[in-house]
């Protein structure tokens, strides 16, 4: 039997600025917003063009809030509401951790629609832009998730080379099934969609890419929660499923569905001539 790897205990806290202490998962935020900021303003104004790089910087923020009150609320909605009935005051403690990505997915849905309302845009052209760099911020979670020590994989086989004890999961070999995640739901996905991105027309189908990212990111997801030890609070629902692989049931049919839309609608060179400042009509 070969030997297993041993967690390296990693210090959540990040770095200590004087009485701020900045942790790795708040640290993985951080470095998706900013750097997914400045790669989606230059994404924009890819023709044809869904926006300014002057709008890609008023969405930072509806963005930001997005995943954050949207994650929040999604981890109490899908995870624990019964804690949550009972102790309501709970939610408050974001500090305690909790976020639930499906539920932050759906709150960026919800910002980007009411921002492409309020500034004329397509909100099927922007999302597409947005969605690129999505699984960016996906894969820095992941890592930040393995540093802290949790969400760790069920029981791997010990002559595994690469199982890993975690001192909090017991003496047992696990997979660390955060950097598979890292891998399938960070770094290939957003490999593919930028690689699919390139294509003018491609981008002249709205919505395409966004399905896309729903369809990915769901089929990734199913597949890593394989490996991915279940909340011990809801542990495997019927036929061995996982609460991550039922929420991710939708996001695959949504996907699916804007693909082959944007695919049977004719290519439309001009999204919203409102966007770039232009009075032409917009094309049919």
């Known amino acids: 039997m070969l030997p297993v790897l041993i967690f390296p205990q990693f210090d959540p806290v990040m770095v200590h600025v004087g009485p701020l202490a900045i942790r790795w998962y708040a640290m993985a935020y951080i470095t998706a917003l900013v750097v997914g900021w400045r790669l989606v303003r230059r994404l924009v ?123 909090q999961a017991g003496p047992e070999p696990r997979h660390p099934s955060e950097l598979y995640e890292a891998l399938l739901e960070g770094a290939v996905l957003f490999t593919i969609m930028w690689l699919v991105a390139r294509s003018e027309r491609i981008r002249e189908r709205p919505g395409f890419l966004a399905g896309l990212f729903l369809f990915g990111y769901a089929v990734a997801r199913s597949f890593c929660e394989f490996f991915r030890e279940p909340d011990a609070f809801i542990g495997f629902l019927p036929f061995g499923t996982t609460m991550g692989q039922i929420l991710c049931i939708p996001m695959a049919i949504a996907g699916a569905g804007l693909m082959a839309q944007a695919m049977m609608r004719p290519p439309r060179p001009v999204l919203m001539p409102a966007a770039i400042g232009t009075e032409e009509a917009e094309r049919p």
Not at 87 to 103: D, E, I, K, R, T
Request: a negative charge; glycine letters at 14%; hydrophobic letters at 50%.
């Open 45 to 167: 104004t890819l023709t044809p063009q869904a926006g300014t790089p002057e709008q890609v910087d008023d969405f930072l923020t509806w963005a930001t809030l997005g995943v954050v009150l949207g994650g929040r609320l999604g981890y109490i909605l899908f995870y624990q509401p019964q804690l949550y009935l009972e102790h309501p005051l709970a939610a408050l403690q974001v500090w305690h951790g909790g976020m639930s990505f499906h539920g932050g997915a759906l709150g960026v849905v919800l910002a980007l629609a009411l921002f492409a309302w309020r500034n004329g845009l397509s909100f099927l052209a922007f999302s597409d832009r947005v969605t690129i760099v999505v699984p960016m911020g996906l894969g820095l979670g992941r890592v930040a998730n393995f540093i802290n020590g949790e969400l760790w994989g069920r029981a791997a086989p010990a002559d595994l080379p690469w199982a890993m004890v975690f001192p």
